[in-house]
C-alpha cells in the first residue's frame, strides 16, 4: 500500500509561513493610524442665509402658537398628578396660578416652596413647552402672604367677631341681658 506523501510544517519562525489569520505585530504595524483631518471653524462659521432664516422661521412658529387659560390648567394639573407621590410638590403644583402673556405664576405660601419650584421649575417648563406647543412659557413663583387668621379664644373675641359681622346681635344681647363675659 502506498502512503500519502508528508507534508512539510514550516516552522513558527518562518516570515513566509504565518498565517494571513494572524495579526501582524511588527513595528511599524503597531504605530499605523488613519490620516489626521482638521476642521476648518471657518468652515463652520459658513452657514448659507436661506438655511438659517429657515430655522428661525420654524422657531418662531412653534413659539408662537397661542395657549388657552384651560389648556394651560389641564397641562398643569396633567403634571400635578405625576408628581402627587411626592405630597409637597403636589401641594405646591395645587396652588393657584396666573397668566401674563407667556409667564406662569405660581402662588406661593413660604419660602420653602421657593426652593421646591426651583428644583422643579426646568421640568416643569419644558413640560408646559411640548404640552402647550410654545418654547415662550417660563414659569416664575411669587410669594403671596396669606390673610393672618387671628384665632378667637375667648368669648369675648368669638362675640366681637359675630358683632364685626352681624352689628345687630349687641341690640339683641341688650335686649335679652346677656352676658358674654361668663
Given at each position: ?7 512539510k510544517i ?7 509561513a ?18 489626521k ?7 463652520l ?45 403636589f401641594?405646591?403644583l ?14 406661593l ?42 384665632m ?9 367677631f ?5 352689628p ?8 335679652l ?6
Amino acid at each position: 500500500m502506498a502512503s500519502a506523501p508528508e507534508a512539510k510544517i514550516p516552522a513558527p519562525s518562518d516570515p513566509v509561513a504565518a498565517p494571513a489569520s494572524q495579526p501582524d505585530f511588527s513595528e511599524k504595524s503597531r504605530f499605523k493610524t488613519a490620516p489626521k483631518t482638521t476642521v476648518k471653524l471657518t468652515n463652520l462659521l459658513k452657514v448659507e442665509p436661506k438655511k438659517v432664516s429657515e430655522a428661525i422661521a420654524e422657531t418662531k412658529a412653534e413659539a408662537s402658537q397661542d395657549f388657552s387659560f384651560d389648556l394651560l390648567q389641564n397641562a398643569w394639573n396633567e403634571f400635578a398628578e405625576q408628581r402627587k407621590k411626592f405630597q409637597a410638590e403636589f401641594q405646591m403644583l395645587s396652588q393657584q396660578i396666573e397668566v401674563n402673556k407667556t409667564q406662569v405664576i405660581v402662588h406661593l405660601l413660604n419660602p420653602v416652596q421657593d426652593t421646591m419650584l426651583a428644583g422643579l421649575k426646568s421640568e416643569l417648563t419644558t413640560f408646559l413647552r411640548d404640552k402647550l406647543k410654545n418654547s415662550g412659557i417660563h414659569v416664575i413663583g411669587e410669594l403671596r402672604e396669606m390673610d393672618e387668621k387671628k384665632m378667637k379664644y375667648t368669648d369675648r373675641d368669638k362675640f366681637e367677631f359675630l358683632l364685626d359681622k352681624n352689628p345687630l346681635i349687641k341690640d339683641m344681647k341688650d335686649r335679652l341681658g346677656l352676658d358674654t363675659d361668663f
